[in-house]
């Protein structure tokens, strides 16, 4: 079963902050971040481990709450180059089920 | 190095034929995944494969097959192509469980 992202789709304007949220219905051992822009390949930006750890890079930072099975995306003062699609991808604690699974992605528009 | 490499990057298929996608990587990963990707929409899970000679269903594996023989390749082949198989499929690798997913650049189907 997929993890759900919310929102689906967000139109900010430069320099406003974004938070895009991942939930699970399984009990998580990792959470990877990935940006897609359009008609290209995602690409990886960041993955935590269970341990409720938090992580960033430039201005872009998660935040992983094993326990609520939830990741949060934190992206502030946002630039024209964050546009793109993000998608959380999931991976379960259980020995044998070892598979990433994609969220249904948030489409984030900067606009000038 | 090359990464992860999908050949064909395009292709148009008629109703009933059958094709293999193509998916090499030569980074010594583990784990290798099949995704599809329809407009607009998420990553959907078809196959996915831990190891040479392991392989195992994802969400969504109706009409597709897999096979692993080596740890560099990991072919999806689609038999009697139907016209809700028009999609972009991405392979992706990771060296083993929680860790960075590589994709490779995805192939564009049409089936008509």
Redesign the interface.
């Known amino acids: 079963q997929q993890p759900v992202q919310s929102p689906q789709a967000v139109i900010l304007r430069e320099g406003e902050d974004a938070v895009i949220n991942c939930s699970s219905s399984k009990a998580l051992y990792s959470v990877h971040w990935y940006r897609q822009k359009h008609g290209e390949a995602p690409v990886f930006l960041m993955i935590l481990l269970k341990g409720g750890e938090q992580k960033g890079h430039d201005k872009i930072s998660a935040s992983f709450n094993e326990k609520k099975q939830q990741s949060s995306l934190y992206l502030t003062a946002s630039q024209l180059s964050y546009s793109g699609t993000y998608f959380c991808g999931t991976e379960a604690t259980n020995f044998g089920n070892e598979k990433l699974t994609f969220g249904t992605g948030t489409r984030l528009t900067i606009i000038p | 190095n090359a990464g992860v490499t999908q050949t064909p990057k395009f292709r148009i298929l008629k109703i009933g034929q059958s094709m293999t996608l193509q998916c090499t990587q030569d980074m010594n990963h583990n784990?290798m995944?099949w995704?599809r990707q329809d407009p607009g929409?998420?990553?959907?899970?078809i196959y996915?494969s831990?190891g040479a000679g392991i392989t195992?269903k994802?969400?969504v594996p109706n009409g597709y097959n897999v096979s692993r023989s080596t740890t560099e390749d990991f072919p999806l082949r689609l038999e009697l192509a139907a016209p809700s198989q028009t999609s972009v499929y991405?392979c992706?690798t990771?060296y083993g469980?929680?860790?960075?997913?590589?994709?490779?650049?995805?192939t564009r189907l049409t089936v008509v």
């Open positions: 784990y995944y995704y929409m998420g990553l959907k899970l996915y831990v195992d994802g969400e991405f992706a990771e469980m929680n860790t960075e997913a590589f994709f490779g650049q995805g």
